[in-house]
């Protein structure tokens, strides 16, 4: 059972353009959502987050939108770069125990960046 | 800069071997995670530590185990490797409480 999933596999937008990048979450016991982005044969690396407190937390050109009501976050990227090219993966965090959180992650959207 | 490392970055072994994979943080995280990556999956979460010798199952656990002596280090063993467990395996460290993982940069396993 997929608690976060990411419908869309791939996108592909124009340099300097936005891109919009989405994740839907089952679980209302989430309280914490990040993005990862991913190179291929590298590590993911964090890139922003956000409370389930917060409908918006914005980093440069990075901000993300949290709709609990829907279950539903997005990822805007304004304005897109050819080195944003990669795998993002949306990740939502579960209390284990005391304050332990582990990850669960999505399955990814590959968006390319046209130049 | 938080370092987590993976002691191999591509690894080849045969069906029935036993293999380690080891992964050092030097943060000082209480929290230590394994996951594999494979195509349309994502990152699925097959064993993690909130403390040294403590372990917990993640959503894919089975056919491997885990290993966490000290703080710093945290071992991914396959007991019998299959080719089935051919995959990028990534590991994370976190603090505890909420805040997100630094990953490893890989090991990409195959198993042949």
């Known amino acids: 059972d997929q608690q976060v999933k990411q419908n869309s596999p791939s996108l592909s937008v124009q340099e300097g353009r936005i891109s919009i990048l989405n994740c839907d979450y089952t679980?209302?016991?989430?309280?914490?959502f990040l993005w990862y982005k991913k190179y291929p044969a590298e590590g993911p690396t964090f890139l922003i987050s956000i409370s389930s407190i917060k409908d918006k937390n914005e980093d440069g050109r990075f901000t993300v939108f949290l709709n609990k009501s829907a279950k539903h976050l997005s990822l805007h990227i304004v304005p897109s770069q050819p080195g944003d090219s990669a795998v993002y993966f949306c990740?939502?965090?579960?209390?284990?125990?005391?304050?332990?959180?582990?990850?669960?992650f999505g399955t990814g959207t590959l968006l390319a960046v046209q130049p | 800069d938080v370092k987590v490392t993976q002691s191999s970055r591509y690894l080849v072994k045969r069906t029935g071997e036993k293999v380690f994979l080891e992964c050092v943080q030097d943060m000082d995280h209480e929290n230590m995670f394994w996951y594999r990556q494979d195509p349309g999956l994502g990152l699925r979460l097959i064993y993690f530590?909130?403390?040294?010798?403590?372990?917990e199952k993640g959503d894919i656990p089975e056919g491997y185990s885990v290993s966490r002596e000290k703080k710093e280090r945290f071992s991914l063993i396959l007991e019998s490797a299959s080719t089935n467990q051919t995959s990028m395996y990534l590991c994370?460290?976190?603090?505890?409480?909420?805040?997100?993982?630094?990953f490893g940069q890989g090991t990409r396993l195959t198993v042949v």
């Open positions: 994370a460290s976190s603090f505890g409480g909420v805040t997100g993982a630094f």
């Open positions: 990740a939502a965090s579960a209390r284990y125990g005391g304050a332990t959180n582990k990850l669960i």
């Open positions: 679980n209302s016991m989430f309280d914490y």
């Open positions: 530590s909130y403390d040294v010798k403590m372990k």
